[in-house]
């Protein structure tokens, strides 16, 4: 059985199954964010099943500064580690290591930093990254790529470009090598690669075709949602899709709203994650069928009705507006718990509606309903 199946499309939206070694993930999905194998909000993975979860996303460069990946490993790898038996994916660690901005320093061989935790100098290239993603044994591992800023200079970003598509090439060739050994954490790992380019749309069309060439189970489009429109975004993903092999999942990292979500799914994408739902829950911020709504706010104050009436996650379930604005008005920890819990269930419940509609035919009245309304305040 391949890896990946496309079940179905519906212009160029698509449906299908990524087959893991820890289970089987229907698409299009949202992965929820787990950096420090720990949803931020006191959301446990115990707790994952009941809100939806399929995919789990973990942070390799904080996981590399601490606990340590070698702890991980020797403690059974990050699925035991933090008690979840479904799909993980770990991200390369570029991201945050980009972001340090002054503390790095690029070259062929990798990136020299600074931990941020310690300040002690660290080093990291691709067979770095692969190492640390085999000792965590997550089933998705990212390549080891640049995320450039944008706007950026035209000459910088294909260097960039250039430099990531060789970074990858030995990403392979260390991913080909570490799954095989002896006591591989998870043998059945999988290597996505990403397409870099910002946003010059020929820079982009010759990486992907140049990654696409590598033949890699699957395939990333990142460095978006960095500071460019949502058109120029859309956009993007536009020129790159084309190119992008049809039977290989399609992830499009860091994005997004959830208007975001539904706009990419239609331009051809699979997979998705987001500090979104959980960072605005734990500011208040909630998502339902008719919008954002701050539950700070007074209107709340008496208000009895559950956050979502159409919602049928624990919070909505069992607790009112009423009652979650006054433990955020009480600074209670349980106010962030259970606003992080009914957003990564929107979230999830979202991606089934979504799959739903793709499963029917009906994508497209379902885009058309929801884009307009989902993004707005309350």
């Given at each position: 059985m391949p890896?990946?199946?496309?079940?179905?499309?519906?212009?160029?939206?698509?449906?299908?199954?990524?087959?893991?070694?820890?289970?089987?993930?229907?698409?299009?999905?949202?992965?929820?964010?787990?950096?420090?194998?720990?949803?931020?909000?006191?959301?446990?993975?115990?707790?994952l099943p009941t809100l939806n979860c399929q995919v789990a996303l973990a942070n390799t460069y904080h996981l590399h500064v601490r606990p340590g990946d070698e702890l991980i490993r020797e403690?059974?790898?990050?699925?035991?580690?933090?008690?979840?038996?479904?799909?993980?994916?770990?991200?390369?660690?570029?991201?945050?290591?980009?972001?340090?901005?002054?503390l790095r320093k690029i070259r062929e061989e990798g990136v020299s930093f600074h931990s941020h935790v310690d300040g002690k100098k660290l080093f990291m290239g691709p067979e770095e990254s692969m190492r640390i993603q085999a000792n965590l044994g997550s089933d998705i591992a990212m390549a080891f790529d640049e995320c450039v800023k944008i706007p950026s200079p035209r000459k910088y970003v294909e260097e960039s470009a250039d430099r990531t598509?060789?970074?990858?090439?030995?990403?392979?060739?260390?991913?080909?090598?570490l799954r095989f050994e002896e006591h591989a954490v998870n043998p059945g790992q999988m290597l996505f690669g990403i397409n870099q380019g910002a946003v010059y749309h020929d820079i982009r069309l010759e990486h992907m075709k140049r990654i696409a060439e590598l033949d890699l189970p699957g395939y990333a489009i990142g460095g978006l949602a960095v500071g460019e429109t949502h058109s120029e975004m859309y956009d993007t993903i536009e020129v790159v899709e084309e190119w992008?092999?049809?039977?290989?999942?399609?992830?499009?990292?860091?994005?997004?709203t959830p208007v975001n979500i539904i706009e990419s799914v239609a331009r051809g994408v699979d997979f998705f994650d987001c500090v979104m739902p959980a960072r605005n829950g734990r500011h208040g911020h909630?998502?339902?069928?008719?919008?954002?709504?701050?539950?700070?706010?007074?209107?709340?104050?008496?208000?009895?009705q559950p956050i979502d009436s159409g919602c049928s996650c624990p919070v909505c379930r069992n607790y009112s507006r009423a009652y979650l604005r006054h433990l955020f008005q009480a600074k209670e920890m349980l106010s962030m718990r259970l606003a992080v819990m009914h957003n990564l269930h929107f979230y999830n419940q979202l991606m089934e509606e979504i799959r739903t509609a793709l499963d029917t035919g009906t994508f497209e009245q379902y885009r058309r309903t929801y884009s307009n309304i989902l993004d707005n305040r309350i």
């Amino acid at each position: 059985m391949p890896e990946y199946q496309l079940l179905k499309t519906e212009g160029h939206a698509r449906r299908g199954i990524l087959h893991t070694a820890h289970g089987s993930i229907q698409t299009p999905v949202f992965m929820n964010v787990a950096t420090q194998a720990a949803i931020k909000g006191a959301v446990a993975a115990s707790d994952l099943p009941t809100l939806n979860c399929q995919v789990a996303l973990a942070n390799t460069y904080h996981l590399h500064v601490r606990p340590g990946d070698e702890l991980i490993r020797e403690l059974g790898g990050l699925h035991r580690f933090m008690n979840w038996n479904g799909p993980i994916l770990t991200d390369s660690g570029g991201f945050q290591i980009f972001s340090l901005a002054g503390l790095r320093k690029i070259r062929e061989e990798g990136v020299s930093f600074h931990s941020h935790v310690d300040g002690k100098k660290l080093f990291m290239g691709p067979e770095e990254s692969m190492r640390i993603q085999a000792n965590l044994g997550s089933d998705i591992a990212m390549a080891f790529d640049e995320c450039v800023k944008i706007p950026s200079p035209r000459k910088y970003v294909e260097e960039s470009a250039d430099r990531t598509f060789r970074w990858l090439q030995r990403c392979k060739a260390s991913w080909l090598q570490l799954r095989f050994e002896e006591h591989a954490v998870n043998p059945g790992q999988m290597l996505f690669g990403i397409n870099q380019g910002a946003v010059y749309h020929d820079i982009r069309l010759e990486h992907m075709k140049r990654i696409a060439e590598l033949d890699l189970p699957g395939y990333a489009i990142g460095g978006l949602a960095v500071g460019e429109t949502h058109s120029e975004m859309y956009d993007t993903i536009e020129v790159v899709e084309e190119w992008m092999p049809k039977d290989r999942p399609r992830y499009l990292m860091g994005v997004g709203t959830p208007v975001n979500i539904i706009e990419s799914v239609a331009r051809g994408v699979d997979f998705f994650d987001c500090v979104m739902p959980a960072r605005n829950g734990r500011h208040g911020h909630l998502f339902t069928k008719d919008g954002v709504l701050n539950i700070r706010n007074e209107k709340y104050a008496k208000d009895q009705q559950p956050i979502d009436s159409g919602c049928s996650c624990p919070v909505c379930r069992n607790y009112s507006r009423a009652y979650l604005r006054h433990l955020f008005q009480a600074k209670e920890m349980l106010s962030m718990r259970l606003a992080v819990m009914h957003n990564l269930h929107f979230y999830n419940q979202l991606m089934e509606e979504i799959r739903t509609a793709l499963d029917t035919g009906t994508f497209e009245q379902y885009r058309r309903t929801y884009s307009n309304i989902l993004d707005n305040r309350i």
